[in-house]
């Protein structure tokens, strides 16, 4: 078949309608009208002979070809977006648009070391930042609808990169006066869910929590699970039990230390690695690399 008929833009369309299951909404993002795409994507399929899209009156459905046809779209676009990439005699200097998303638990504890000084280093970056839950920062990856992410490597795809940046130790975050803090060294062992206070279901950091846990003590789950650690933080300090903390948030405390006593968990490995992912086929991957590259500098110079 000749395709020459077929160009970038046709692959936006079908990549934009796949993402976003509506034709209007895809037509936006496109700055098309909504009655020119649907009539490129009917030239498409007719073209292809195959039906790319189940249209309804409420929503769009993927075929089989649909979902073939719109994944190899996304790769042909990344590869193309290269060829503007590969020209750029500023290789590993970080300019233009980077859309990064960070994990819930990470963001707001690890960005204020960052900002300032990346605007200072790197004046024509213009960072877009998104805090969200590992699984839905993943999909946006995924998705083109970010660049990176910085999170724990808690997921497999073979479609993304993982740069390891650095290991962050868990601390126990206790009430004042709770009996675990009796004991001269709190390791893993000591841990029973069933005296924490845990983040609800969605961040990675509430199963790797639990998975410290030995498993003989593993009980019920408490009925108290919140939605933030500031919200865990709270808990605490009311004296609803006793959690697990990333270093990097313990260290931004300074409001309920009257409350809260923080003691790093004894034992090797007890924490989590923070990776930056991004798309293996990303077209800007040295300045993803040089992003890396900052970001452990400069945690290089955080004091303990």
């Known amino acids: 078949m000749n395709i020459s008929w077929m160009t970038l833009r046709d692959l936006e ?24 795409m649907s009539a490129q994507i009917q030239k498409i399929e007719k073209m292809l002979g195959t039906t790319l899209f189940e249209r309804t009156n409420r929503k769009v459905i993927l075929t089989e070809a649909g979902a073939a046809v719109a994944e190899q779209a996304k790769v042909v676009l990344e590869e193309a977006r290269k060829l503007v990439e590969i020209t750029r ?20 504890y690890l960005m204020p070391h960052l900002l300032g000084p ?17 699984a839905h ?6 998705e083109g609808a970010l660049d990176a992410v910085l999170m724990a490597p808690t997921v497999e795809d073979s479609s993304l990169r993982f740069i390891p940046l650095f290991f962050e130790p868990f601390w126990l975050a206790a ?17 029973r869910p069933n005296d924490m206070v845990l983040l609800e279901d969605g961040h990675c950091l509430r199963n790797q929590t639990l998975d410290l846990c030995p ?41 309920l230390k009257r409350w809260i006593v923080y003691r790093r968990l004894e034992g090797k490995s007890v924490g989590r690695d923070i990776v930056l992912a991004c798309r293996k086929r990303f077209a800007r991957m040295s300045q993803i690399e040089a992003l890396a590259a900052f970001i452990k500098e400069r945690l290089r110079d955080l004091p303990p």
Do not use: M, W
Request: aromatic share 4%; proline share 6%.
């Open 13 to 36: 369309y079908v990549a934009a309608v796949a993402s976003l299951r509506h034709f209007g909404r895809a037509a936006a993002a496109c700055h098309v009208s909504q009655p020119a």
């Open 215 to 255: 498993a003989n003590r593993r009980g019920s789950i408490p009925e108290f699970q919140a939605t933030s650690i500031e919200t865990l933080r709270h808990l605490v300090s009311s004296g609803f039990g006793y959690t697990v903390l990333p270093h990097l948030a313990v260290r931004e405390d300074a409001r």
């Open 137 to 142: 920062l993943v999909e946006d990856l995924k």
């Open 118 to 134: 990346l605007r200072e280093r790197f004046p024509d970056l213009n960072l877009l930042l998104k805090e969200g839950l590992t």
């Open 175 to 191: 009430p004042k006066n709770h009996p675990i803090l009796s004991n001269a060294h709190v390791s893993r062992r000591d841990l």
């Open 89 to 108: 005699p500023t290789r590993g200097v970080l300019s233009g648009v980077l859309r990064c998303g960070a994990i819930a638990t990470l963001g707001p």
